[in-house]
Structures are given as structure tokens and as C-alpha cells.
């Protein structure tokens, strides 16, 4: 069977390598988009860690009891 002559005088055969190669180059390139658009989680302490900070160490100088504390932890937490 004869090879078809199409443009500029690429065969058949030609053709298809060419639209394999594009389709493998745009698979390619939708899974890089993919990756690149998933977002991305910060690393970002939760807000409230600083209060609780701040109430431990309140609480560790004595300056709130143990009650006191864990009140003011719930407050926080809610």
C-alpha cells in the first residue's frame, strides 16, 4: 500500500507521530498545570497559639492559678 502524500510531503505515518507527540505534550502539560495550580498550605502557627503562649507562661510565673488557667484556655479555644 502506498504511503498518501499529504502536506509538504509528510505520509501518514508522519501525520500520526506528529498528533502522538502533541497529545503526549499536552497530557504533560495539563498534569503541570495541575501540580502548579494546587494550593499550597502555609506553614502558619494557629492564631491562637500566641494567647496560649502568653496565658502558660502567665500561669507557669504564678500569676494565674491552675482554675484560672484552664478558663481562659477554653475562652481562647472557643
Do not use: C, W
Not at 22 to 41: E, G, N, Q, T
Request: hydrophobic share 50%.
Amino acid at each position: 500500500m502506498k504511503n498518501i502524500i499529504l502536506i509538504g510531503g509528510l505520509g501518514t505515518g508522519e501525520i500520526l507521530l506528529i498528533l502522538v507527540i502533541l497529545i503526549i505534550l499536552i497530557v504533560l502539560l495539563v498534569k503541570f498545570i495541575a501540580r502548579i495550580s494546587k494550593p499550597k498550605v502555609k506553614d502558619e502557627p494557629l492564631p491562637y497559639a500566641g494567647e496560649l503562649e502568653k496565658l502558660h507562661q502567665l500561669y507557669k510565673k504564678g500569676v494565674l492559678t491552675q482554675e484560672e488557667f484552664e478558663a481562659e484556655k477554653k475562652k481562647v479555644l472557643k
